[in-house]
């Protein structure tokens, strides 16, 4: 057999559009392509409890993507991402209450929680790491507070009833069809933020993150690509708090605190910070952590360890525990997230046998 009909074992991609190619193969495309296809068929033989578990790492996955941007991909840091979730989740229910069809609703809560984003983001151009840090916790501390005290906007403690989701007249509603409404938005905001990474505001951020004076001396703009990570971090946020908000029906600033932010960061470290597949999976380890604990203990219900343990009555404790000892094994043992781990497994299956 001649040499040249031997199919190239490695990765020759000789210019950078390849590099940056979504898809590097045709089979992965059409795997992505049969994916969307089957998450579009599980309405009709999922459970209810399946659906709302998918739901919930919706909303949740495009929150923590732009977290994500942030952190990951621009080298900033943030502690206040959960009121910015909040907040999208409080504009659209205001917008709704006020006649804004829901569909428009949520898009606009996104830009307004990129308004405010872009504001407590300002210390970004002047003060990085721990300083930024506190400046962020600030966010946190000041959104809450005036969620509690806003009650033309927020309803105060009471929160605010969100509108059912509409699309031209038909009820979306229910967990059946609502998980059409927030898979259509993770598509879209996962292509947009992939699209992103390959544009040059992208490299620019990837820059910042990497370098930024070496960044800042081939002319990037420093301030404005922080500031922008920033704003790019609330929209995401923003539109995630308005999917969640409206398949709920009740926004509510209980829940918005700082457990609920280093929560989002706990996402991201565990899926792969500057990974835009990392955001996902961790997002679906973060979620469904509780609910395997919870099936644990169920299934050691009455067993001599329940007994020593009394892990009925401390269930709530220990998710808490386990999230917190789960971002420190990860630290330790897998720095780079699953997004990194999944790399491995399908280098070595590429060159299997010889993958050494």
Avoid at 155 to 175: E, K, R, V
Avoid at 272 to 295: D, K, N, R
Avoid at 303 to 314: E, F, T, V, Y
Wanted: aromatic share 14%; hydrophobic share 55%.
């Amino acid at each position: 057999m001649a040499l040249t009909s031997l199919r190239p074992c490695g990765d020759y991609r000789t210019s950078y559009k390849a590099d940056q190619t979504i898809f590097q193969t045709r089979l992965t495309l059409i795997f992505v392509i049969l994916a969307v296809v089957a998450l579009c068929c599980t309405p009709l033989f999922a459970s209810r409890y399946v659906l709302s578990l998918m739901i919930q790492i919706g909303y949740l996955g495009i929150a923590a993507l732009g977290l994500n941007i942030l952190v990951g991909f621009s080298g900033q840091i943030s502690i206040g991402h959960a009121v910015f979730f909040g907040f999208g989740g409080f504009a659209s229910a205001y917008l709704a209450n006020k006649g804004v069809p829901v569909l428009f609703a949520i898009v606009l809560a996104g830009l307004w929680t990129t308004v405010v984003g872009l504001i407590f983001g300002l210390p970004a151009a002047r003060v990085k790491g721990l300083y930024l840090a506190i400046a962020t916790l600030a966010a946190q501390f000041i959104l809450q507070d005036f969620f509690v005290r806003a009650e033309w906007f927020t309803g105060g403690t009471h929160g605010a009833i969100a509108a059912p989701f509409t699309l031209f007249g038909y009820d979306m509603s229910g967990d059946a069809r609502y998980f059409y409404v927030v898979l259509f938005f993770v598509v879209i905001g996962y292509i947009g933020a992939t699209n992103l990474m390959r544009s040059r505001d992208g490299r620019a951020l990837i820059a910042v993150r990497d370098h930024y004076l070496s960044a800042e001396m081939m002319g990037v703009n420093l301030t404005k690509y922080r500031t922008m990570a920033f704003g790019i971090s609330s929209f995401y946020a923003g539109i995630g708090g308005a999917l969640y908000a409206h398949y709920v029906g009740f926004m509510s600033v209980e829940g918005l605190d700082i457990l609920f932010s280093i929560q989002f960061l706990g996402m991201i470290i565990i899926g792969g910070l500057g990974s835009i597949m990392g955001s996902l999976m961790g997002t679906v380890f973060m979620v469904l952590l509780p609910e395997a604990t919870g099936w644990l203990a169920s299934a050691l219900q009455g067993s001599a360890i329940d007994q020593a343990l009394h892990l009925k009555d401390g269930i709530t404790y220990m998710r808490e525990m386990l999230i917190g000892l789960t971002i420190i094994l990860f630290l330790i043992f897998e720095p780079d997230g699953l997004a990194h781990r999944w790399r491995l497994i399908k280098a070595y299956w590429k060159l299997y046998p010889f993958s050494y």
